[in-house]
């Protein structure tokens, strides 16, 4: 059975609708997401530029409310207090609230509340770039976006690296080719993708190994939305670990100085790896 929002033309049930608007194409917007803001009593959306420009497209008058995970608490208890009397909705500037997008909070709070929590499912950037890119679909990780330091980037990419699933990543134009080299150092025969533009006009999802992409970009920095995913490991990731790195540095270099290499390459910190490095070659 369906769950009915109740009847069109009566008002809509209290409580707070997690409602998932287009990432780029407005065709994308559900009907139900559709029925649903037009019918709740206030939108709560990241920016009023942005939903404004939605809800002008849609015909739909309602009224909207700022609300982001940086709002204080007074203001989010406000927000809770009407939902637990009103339908209130919940948008963020594109695709799937709470997913890289402002709400967690606020969900978990209404639901300790008992407020009746209620979702319109529809688009997420990271499912539509995953189910174009050819790698494996059986199990993967969202990651979010991908720290901008190299020392925090390559952390989480050590951290990330025994899952035996397709990573997926937000990722911006202007740091995408410093995040290929280095999964390139790490993992350089695993396939990559890079899914960009999804569902405007310019959609495109280009897949190699990092190096090959990081290469193309190069010499043609992305414009745009990006989903960077990188397939599971294969056999040859081992040899391209950080102690295997090491130890191929340590064959010619001192400890500090093939600390300094293995960090340039993979981003990981080099007292870290220093560290590491003493106790390898002891
Ligand atoms: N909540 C959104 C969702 O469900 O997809 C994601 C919001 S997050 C702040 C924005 C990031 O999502 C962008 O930096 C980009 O990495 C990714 N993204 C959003 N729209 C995209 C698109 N049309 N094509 C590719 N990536 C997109």
Redesign the pocket.
């Given at each position: 059975m369906t769950r009915p929002e109740s009847a069109f033309n009566e008002p809509l049930g209290r409580g707070l609708y997690i409602v998932a608007t287009p990432?780029?194409n407005l065709g994308d917007i559900t009907m139900r997401a559709v029925d649903v803001l037009r019918r709740c009593d206030a939108i709560a959306c990241e920016d009023t530029r942005v939903t404004g420009k939605l809800l002008a497209h849609l015909g739909i008058d309602t009224r909207m409310l700022r609300y982001d995970d940086h709002a204080s608490e007074d203001q989010r208890d406000r927000l809770l207090e009407r939902a637990s009397n009103e339908a209130i909705a919940l948008v963020?500037d594109?695709?799937?609230?709470l997913?890289?997008?402002p709400g967690y909070r606020l969900v978990s709070e209404a639901r300790a509340a008992g407020i009746p929590v209620t979702t319109i499912p529809g688009?997420?950037?990271?499912i539509a770039?995953l189910t174009i890119s050819g790698l494996p679909t059986d199990r993967f990780v969202f990651a979010g976006f991908l720290p901008v330091k190299d020392k925090a980037k390559g952390d989480m990419l050590s951290e990330l690296a025994g899952i035996a699933g397709t990573l997926i990543f937000?990722?911006?134009g202007p740091r995408l080719t410093r995040s290929l080299e280095m999964i390139a150092s790490l993992w350089p025969k695993r396939q990559v993708a890079v899914?960009?533009?999804?569902?405007?006009l310019h959609e495109e999802c280009r897949s190699g190994s990092a190096s090959e992409l990081s290469d193309y970009y190069t010499a043609h920095p992305p414009k745009?939305?990006?989903?960077l995913l990188v397939g599971p490991p294969v056999e040859e990731d081992a040899r391209h670990d950080p102690d295997a790195l090491l130890r191929e540095a340590l064959a010619d270099l001192s400890p500090s100085k093939a600390a300094a290499k293995v960090a340039k390459s993979t981003g990981i910190d080099r007292q870290t790896l220093y560290a590491r490095a003493v106790e390898l070659k002891s």
């Open positions: 990432i780029g963020s594109a695709g799937t609230p997913i890289s997008d688009v997420s950037a990271a770039g937000y990722e911006t899914a960009r533009e999804l569902t405007k745009g939305e990006i989903v």
